[in-house]
């Protein structure tokens, strides 16, 4: 009986898990749409300009190059984006399901624990950036 109970909370684990990481996958593919973030690579390219110390020159055509990636990126992502839309939504309800499945395993003070972590992911996960596909104004992630 312990060992079927300790294989359903492995197993439960496992599942979150996978919905975490496919619920980070898809906010970062599709996030946004309704939800401004503003330029989120901006930070990153202003790191690497300095980085690389780039003249002002320099720094005009680095600027022109990746406006002409933010452009194409939009472009390439605009016929699917109603699907990666509805896959982010389905993605987030098995996310909120697993959740609440495993917290009915827990007792309060792992509940509370559980919830801390989940927030911490996402929080990190916001921070990060990360992903290709548009903003809500159609900038395209990194």
């Known amino acids: 009986m312990q060992r079927s109970k300790s294989f359903a909370v492995i197993l439960l684990l496992g599942v979150f898990l996978a919905g975490a990481a496919l619920g980070y996958t ?3 593919l599709m996030r946004g749409r309704g939800h401004p ?6 930070p990153s390219i202003d790191r690497m300009a300095t ?3 780039l003249t002002p020159a320099q720094r005009a055509g680095f600027d022109s190059i990746m406006e002409s990636r933010r452009q194409q990126m939009r472009e390439l992502y605009k016929p699917i984006q109603p699907q990666l839309d509805s896959l982010m939504k389905v993605g987030r309800a098995i996310g909120d399901s697993t959740h609440e499945q495993l917290k009915r395993l827990l007792n309060p003070e792992q509940q509370a624990k559980l919830d ?12 990060r950036g990360g992903g290709g596909g548009p903003d809500s104004r159609g900038r395209p992630g990194r």
Do not use: F, P, T, Y
């Open 37 to 42: 973030r503003g330029d989120r690579g901006r």
């Open 116 to 127: 801390k972590m989940r927030e911490e992911m996402r929080q990190r996960g916001g921070r």
């Open 51 to 53: 980085e690389l110390g």
């Open 26 to 28: 898809a906010d970062h």
